[in-house]
């Protein structure tokens, strides 16, 4: 069952804008992961954040994670065309045996 | 670097034949998964494995079955393919607590006629 939904489903932009893509979930969690698929590749680990952390940084990447509000958001600061690619976010719940639950994923693409 | 290969990018096979997808991770992990991906439907799981000779039934198993007879290697079987079967088929492979994160192999995109 898909549990975390992203939002936008697609987003477009310009190169030196930032994109920011949200995800919601249903229940609680252990923690949330970003993943990034380039087209017809595998999905590549951008960042995870536990449930008790609100925000956390890696290099262009700010994500925030609101367990009140059962959401998350990436920002990816000063794009560039590189960063075109499909987001997910995946969620791991404590009683589901450290199984990934991912969404359906945000189409990003950065125009030069 | 942490690798997970899968055997083949590209697979086309004719409905009913018996069809192996094999995955190999070198990092010595104790979890790995299969998924399939689909427009419109995301990642979902078929299996997964937390050991050696361990399996477990993921969100959509029927049709599938799985094999693990050593801790790199994870083969996912179709026993007879069917048309809705045609897929992106990506493997991953984890450390087995659940706070890391998983590391997927390129994908294997089948087709079945």
């Known amino acids: 069952s898909q549990q975390g939904e992203e939002d936008p489903q697609a987003l477009s932009i310009q190169e030196g804008e930032n994109a920011t893509m949200n995800c919601s979930y249903k229940?609680?969690?252990?923690?949330l992961q970003w993943y990034r698929q380039n087209s017809g590749r595998g999905l590549v680990h951008l960042i995870l954040?536990?449930?008790?952390?609100r925000e956390k940084h890696s290099g262009r990447l700010r994500v925030t994670l609101d367990t009140s509000k059962k959401s998350s958001s990436l920002l990816i600061t000063a794009s560039r065309a590189a960063d075109t690619a499909s987001y997910f976010c995946?969620?791991?719940?404590?009683?589901?045996?450290?199984?990934?639950?991912f969404g359906q994923g945000t189409e990003l693409s950065v125009k030069p | 670097d942490v690798k997970v290969t899968q055997s083949s990018r590209y697979l086309v096979k004719r409905t009913g034949e018996k069809v192996f997808l094999e995955c190999v991770q070198d990092?010595?992990?104790?979890?790995m998964f299969w998924y399939r991906q689909d427009p419109g439907l995301g990642l979902r799981l078929i299996y997964f494995s937390y050991d050696v000779k361990m399996k477990e039934k993921g969100d959509i198993p029927e049709g599938y079955s799985v094999s693990r007879e050593k801790k790199e290697r994870f083969s996912l079987i179709l026993e007879s393919a069917s048309t809705n079967q045609t897929s992106m088929y990506l493997c991953?492979?984890?450390?087995?607590?659940?706070?890391?994160?998983?590391?997927f192999g390129p994908g294997t995109r089948l087709t079945v006629l």
């Open positions: 991953a492979s984890s450390l087995r607590t659940v706070i890391f994160e998983q590391f």
């Open positions: 990092m010595d992990h104790e979890n």
């Open positions: 229940t609680s969690i252990n923690n």
């Open positions: 995946a969620t791991v719940n404590d009683n589901q045996g450290g199984k990934l639950i």
């Open positions: 954040i536990r449930s008790n952390e």
